[in-house]
């Protein structure tokens, strides 16, 4: 039997990575569902997939998720709680500046504590700034070499769980080639093996790795900083909240 079902108002969301915006619905129920098993995960790892299934149920048509760049999730997921928890939100900080402690005995030695006071860090969820948008995608090392890179992305993120520490920036550099090309010929990244893009990252003189490092250094992301003073002890605080979890409010 076929019950009835409700509609839903659709929304055009424009991400960095494409030049045709993408539609997206609210949240039913069971993305509400999916969003309380990310708040309660309490690790980066469980609350990424939880974001991952709901970013894949809201979006309408094709869409590739897990190659989908990591400042693609973010917009998608800030949009996502806009339209269907509210576009405005609070965060919270805790104060850390350090004050007398107030104690009995006038003659005792002084001692500083934290402030302790929580402060409300506003945030306006459809229009968080994007830090380093402008980022070039073109690495061009000779006259005749060199690479096209993609912002790292969010099967770049799983994969990045099992890596060694001192492995994870030649990984994250990897992930990012999208193509490389000489004067005769054009080489694309996924038809090439993981040995063979770390054995041509390996093989880079030190400046022109250098180049891809800074790459790495300057992908976009979401990032908002906030002026607060503290209303109890007068501390003049810049709050920065960056990425997708200093976001999850």
């Known amino acids: 039997m076929k019950l009835p079902q409700i509609s839903y108002p659709l929304y055009?969301?424009?991400?960095?990575?494409?030049?045709?915006?993408?539609?997206?619905?609210?949240?039913?129920v069971r993305e509400e569902k999916l969003m309380l098993m990310a708040?309660?995960?309490?690790?980066?790892?469980?609350?990424t997939e939880c974001l991952r299934q709901i970013i894949s149920n809201c979006v309408i048509g094709d869409f590739d998720v897990d190659n989908m760049s990591m400042i693609d999730m973010e917009t998608l997921f800030l949009h996502l709680r806009a339209r269907s928890i509210g576009e405005k939100g609070i965060t919270h900080f805790k104060c850390k500046n350090l004050v007398p402690k107030k104690q009995s005995d006038a003659n005792a030695a002084p001692m500083m504590v934290e402030c302790g006071m929580v402060l409300d860090v506003p945030?306006?969820?459809?229009?968080?700034?994007v830090l380093n948008r402008d980022t070039s995608l073109s690495i061009?090392?000779?006259?005749?070499?060199?690479?096209?890179?993609?912002?790292?992305?969010?099967?770049?993120?799983?994969?990045?769980?099992?890596v060694p520490e001192t492995e994870v920036?030649?990984?994250?550099?990897?992930?990012?080639?999208?193509?490389i090309y000489d004067k005769d010929t054009a080489h694309k990244a996924s038809d090439c093996s993981e040995q063979e893009l770390r054995d041509f990252l390996l093989a880079l003189p030190g400046d022109k790795y250098?180049?891809?490092?800074?790459?790495?250094?300057?992908?976009?992301?979401?990032h908002q900083e906030?002026?607060?003073?503290?209303?109890?002890?007068?501390?003049?605080?810049?709050i920065v909240l960056e990425g997708i979890q200093d976001f999850f409010v």
Request: net charge neutral; glycine share 4%; hydrophobic share 40%.
């Open 140 to 162: 061009k090392f000779t006259d005749d070499i060199g690479v096209k890179m993609r912002f790292p992305t969010f099967n770049l993120f799983r994969t990045l769980q099992s």
């Open 226 to 238: 906030t002026d607060i003073k503290c209303v109890k002890c007068g501390y003049e605080h810049k």
């Open 39 to 47: 708040v309660n995960a309490g690790d980066l790892a469980s609350t």
């Open 12 to 28: 055009d969301v424009q991400l960095l990575s494409r030049a045709e915006p993408v539609k997206i619905r609210p949240f039913t």
């Open 169 to 179: 920036e030649l990984a994250i550099a990897a992930n990012c080639l999208d193509v």
């Open 210 to 222: 250098e180049r891809i490092r800074e790459f790495i250094q300057n992908t976009p992301q979401s």
């Open 123 to 129: 945030v306006d969820f459809l229009n968080v700034p």
